[in-house]
């Protein structure tokens, strides 16, 4: 990296604050300073706590096939922050950033600006100058008080809603879905993942207070026939009288959960489903930490679940795939409350392996024991646990699979020569 990168990221990162400072006001007062260049386009804005990402980025790589250059924005990144902002798969240069950071650098320290809302900024910007037709973008937070939610999009989409951050966003599910009821704005139209009656309820009531209709996707959608082959799945999708058939480079049924959400947002603004179109979006789109094979031989997998609603998709996604058998290796966030994890894993009946990551999110030794775990199951590096992985492997049909958190990737794979 060039030492002017490197300062200028340097000073970003250290925007990054204890805890989660959430409110809108002082983002509205720094994006007026910029202009408001998020009107400059219509935006399409996607919250959830599980499936927003994978959504939002099938969603922007078919928005692109179909001919519209389309911003993309998502966080948090895997290597570097460049991913958060991307038109069809290329990245934000680094000159954009110095430039923009170095101009806005008085700003951001007069009004306290954080990393997340640095980043925000940038992609709002570099989405106005390169004159995009369409932007997704996905929040960081919640929804009411994230600082994308500044936007008056054209459509709001909700993906799954567990619990996650209860810390932040409440202690229920119910107030969860309200914190991600915020995205929803007067008379745009709601899209709304599958999820469970009591979110459902919270996302309708929000819609009738804001004068707007919502789709329920699993009223919309059938999930007609599915097949795997490998990393992929042959789908089969029906939506009123339209047949989709496409080949998904996703892993899950709630992949094609979160490919029904693309869908029905195209639908819903006015789009002919045209299946060629949407699978050539699907086959440039690059989504990296979703059940990514890192390496066919042995098979290594890497995703980036890290609460239990996206473990429980995980393990079932590894299931429907014939890998059930597969040895997993956990890393997880300090950060996170890991019982309901540990629980989940108990029903795996492959090994399980654990695993410490670099950085100050990552999980201690001791902490891992005091939850229970047996500290002869525990490695220190992730080199070690993978190569304790592979002297456990006794079946050709089984994978081995790492998970529990973002901050994996860098290592990984620069482990497996990936970076």
């Known amino acids: 990296m060039h030492s002017d990168s490197k300062s200028v990221f340097d000073y970003i990162f250290g925007l990054t604050v204890p805890g989660v400072k959430l409110e809108l006001s002082r983002v509205e007062d720094f994006m007026t300073l910029l202009g408001k260049p998020y009107q400059a386009y219509p935006v399409i804005h996607i919250a959830g706590t599980n499936g927003k990402g994978s959504t939002a980025a099938m969603l922007a790589a078919i928005l692109n096939a179909y001919g519209f250059k389309t911003g993309l924005f998502t966080s948090p990144h895997l290597v570097r922050p460049n991913e958060r902002i991307r038109i069809a798969e290329t990245l934000i240069p680094d000159s954009f950033i110095i430039e923009k950071v170095e101009s806005w650098r008085s700003h951001i320290n007069k009004l306290g600006i954080t990393f997340f809302e640095v980043l925000?900024?940038?992609?709002?910007?570099?989405?106005q100058e390169q004159s995009v037709e369409y932007a997704v973008i996905e929040?960081?937070?919640g929804?009411?008080?994230?600082?994308?939610?500044?936007?008056?999009?054209?459509?709001?989409?909700?993906?799954?809603?567990?619990?996650?951050?209860e810390n932040i966003l409440g202690d229920s599910i119910e107030r969860i879905a309200t914190e991600k009821a915020g995205i929803i704005k007067v008379g745009r139209p709601v899209v709304l993942g599958k999820n469970s009656p009591q979110v459902r309820h919270v996302i309708e009531q929000r819609c009738e207070q804001q004068n707007t209709h919502c789709v329920y996707v699993p009223d919309t959608v059938k999930i007609e026939s599915v097949a795997i082959t490998g990393t992929t799945?042959?789908?089969?999708?029906?939506?009123?009288?339209?047949?989709?058939?496409?080949?998904?480079p996703l892993l899950g049924l709630h992949q094609i959960e979160n490919f029904t959400n693309v869908l029905v947002t195209l639908d819903q603004l006015g789009f002919e489903l045209d299946s060629e179109k949407i699978q050539s979006g699907l086959d440039e789109m690059q989504w990296r930490g979703r059940i990514q094979a890192l390496q066919v031989?042995?098979?290594?997998?890497?995703?980036?679940?890290?609460?239990?609603?996206?473990?429980e998709r995980l393990l079932e996604s590894l299931r429907q795939a014939s890998l059930e058998s597969s040895i997993l290796i956990a890393a997880f966030n300090a950060r996170k409350n890991i019982q309901t994890m540990l629980d989940l894993l108990k029903t795996w009946q492959g090994p399980i392996l654990y695993t410490l990551f670099e950085g100050h999110s990552a999980i201690t030794h001791d902490m891992l024991?005091?939850?229970?775990?047996?500290?002869?199951?525990i490695s220190h590096?992730?080199?070690?646990?993978?190569?304790?992985?592979?002297?456990?492997?006794?079946?050709?049909?089984q994978a081995i699979c790492f998970f529990g958190s973002h901050y994996l990737a860098n290592s990984l794979f620069e482990l497996f020569d990936l970076n």
């Open 120 to 127: 925000t900024a940038l992609g709002m910007v570099y989405f």
């Open 139 to 141: 929040t960081g937070l």
């Open 143 to 165: 929804g009411r008080l994230d600082a994308t939610n500044v936007v008056d999009p054209i459509a709001s989409v909700i993906t799954a809603v567990s619990m996650d951050h």
């Open 233 to 248: 799945q042959l789908v089969r999708i029906v939506l009123g009288d339209q047949l989709i058939d496409v080949t998904l």
């Open 297 to 311: 031989d042995p098979l290594v997998l890497y995703d980036v679940a890290h609460n239990p609603e996206g473990l």
């Open 369 to 377: 024991t005091d939850q229970g775990v047996d500290p002869t199951l």
């Open 381 to 397: 590096t992730l080199e070690n646990a993978y190569v304790r992985a592979v002297e456990l492997k006794s079946s050709e049909n």
